[in-house]
T-cell receptor, first 117, second 112 residues
Framework: EAGVAQSPRYKIIEKRQSVAFWCNPI?????LYWYQQILGQGPKLLIQ????????DSQLPKDRFSAERLKGVDSTLKIQPAKLEDSAVYLC???????????????FGPGTRLTVT | DQQVKQNSPSLSVQEGRISILNCDYT??????FLWYKKYPAEGPTFLIS?????DKNEDGRFTVFLNKSAKHLSLHIVPSQPGDSAVYFC???????????FGKGTTLSVSS
């Protein structure tokens, strides 16, 4: 079974530029999460999708971050314009779906390391 | 306000000995706890979990203990192996299908 795929793996941009990350979850997983992991911290949720609907985006800085999950499969996360403090690893995770015990466990992709200079 | 705390940033253990990683939480609504392992340049990998209705869960060399009254859990690795060297994250959830709340992680180094 293929895992969660993410691209690109690394990205370096200047502040005020824009950037987009892509995620393909595990096949059949209805729930998709984007986490931000700043150096020395644990992952922190940015946004959660159930199929193509947003479940939780309370911690997403909506003035500069946006995300979508068209057709309930792949997802993209965009930052525009980027700030220095956005330097972090952006992790995508997926799980089977809400309502089943097994969905406590989330499966993570390798992440995209973003450096904003 | 950190709801999940891993107060030891690092731990060094000799091969063959026991590794004990600790985690404390403040939110009494958490009902499920997970440990993830992370190697450099990779995403976190699910290791083991425990429901709040249990006090112990074992999977091979890995055992997680939960003390609800103390709001404390620990991960025991016996025997420790050099391949166990990684960052270990404790995570918690209060409902299936919701976001996990992570601690800052503990870096485990197992020397041969």
């Amino acid at each position: 079974e293929a895992g969660v795929a993410q691209s690109p793996r690394y990205k370096i941009i200047e502040k005020r530029q824009s950037v987009a990350f892509w995620c393909n979850p595990i096949s059949g997983h209805a729930t998709l999460y984007w986490y931000q992991q700043i150096l020395g911290q644990g992952p922190k949720l940015l946004i959660q999708f159930q199929n193509n609907g947003v479940v939780d985006d309370s911690q997403l800085p909506k003035d500069r971050f946006s995300a979508e999950r068209l057709k309930g499969v792949d997802s993209t996360l965009k930052i525009q314009p980027a700030k220095l403090e956005d330097s972090a690893v952006y992790l995508c995770a997926s799980s089977l779906g809400i309502g089943r015990r097994v969905t406590y466990e989330q499966y993570f992709g390798p992440g995209t390391r973003l450096t904003v200079t | 306000d950190q709801q999940v705390k891993q107060n030891s940033p690092s731990l060094s253990v000799q091969e063959g000995r026991i590794s004990i990683l600790n985690c404390d939480y403040t939110n009494s609504m958490f009902d499920y706890f997970l440990w993830y392992k992370k190697y450099p340049a990779e995403g976190p990998t699910f290791l083991i979990s425990i429901s709040s209705i249990k006090d112990k869960n074992e999977d091979g060399r890995f055992t997680v203990f939960l003390n609800k009254s103390a709001k404390h859990l620990s991960l025991h690795i016996v025997p420790s192996q050099p391949g166990d060297s990684a960052v270990y994250f404790c995570a918690a959830a209060n409902q299936a299908g919701t976001a996990l709340i992570f601690g800052k992680g503990t870096t485990l180094s197992v020397s041969s």
